[in-house]
């Protein structure tokens, strides 16, 4: 019974280690939103970091590196920006954030590659 124990323990590890793989996010940012942030996609496939808090206006610079990327809104939520589409390296592009809300986005090119931008209204 104990080995048993033991081999599920390992198990479910190994599989929590393989599920973090490089789509996941590698950096979540806990800091106040501001005006603008900035996001790598990088060529370990991962946008990093994987979170980033705007105010409501805000803009977000993407820097594609060596690898090619792209950002697509899956589920098109009110306000989101225009998709970034095509195979984009070596190359920045800003999308601005004008409506309050939480944003995903995704690359098409990488599956499971994605990253979350939460717009906030500033307060007074």
Same mark, same amino acid.
């Given at each position: 019974?104990?080995?048993?124990?033991?081999?599920?323990?390992?198990?479910?590890? $190994? *599989?929590?280690? &393989?599920?973090?793989?490089?789509?996941?996010?590698?950096?979540? #940012?806990?800091?106040?939103? %501001?005006?603008?942030?900035?996001?790598?996609?990088?060529?370990?496939? $991962? *946008?990093?970091? &994987?979170?980033v808090a705007l105010l409501?206006?805000?803009?977000? #610079?993407?820097?594609?590196? %060596?690898?090619?990327?792209?950002?697509?809104f899956d589920n098109q939520p009110a306000g989101a920006p225009a998709n970034i589409t095509g195979s984009n390296s070596n190359v920045s592009k800003s999308l601005t954030f004008s409506?309050?809300?939480t944003y995903v986005f995704n690359c098409h090119i990488h599956p499971g590659m994605h990253a979350t931008v939460v717009v906030t209204a500033p307060t007074t």
């Amino acid at each position: 019974m104990r080995h048993n124990r033991v081999c599920v323990l390992f198990s479910a590890v $190994a *599989f929590l280690f &393989g599920c973090g793989g490089s789509g996941s996010p590698t950096q979540v #940012t806990t800091s106040p939103p %501001s005006e603008t942030a900035t996001i790598a996609a990088t060529p370990s496939i $991962a *946008f990093t970091p &994987g979170s980033v808090a705007l105010l409501v206006g805000g803009t977000l #610079t993407i820097n594609f590196g %060596s690898v090619a990327h792209n950002v697509f809104f899956d589920n098109q939520p009110a306000g989101a920006p225009a998709n970034i589409t095509g195979s984009n390296s070596n190359v920045s592009k800003s999308l601005t954030f004008s409506v309050a809300g939480t944003y995903v986005f995704n690359c098409h090119i990488h599956p499971g590659m994605h990253a979350t931008v939460v717009v906030t209204a500033p307060t007074t």
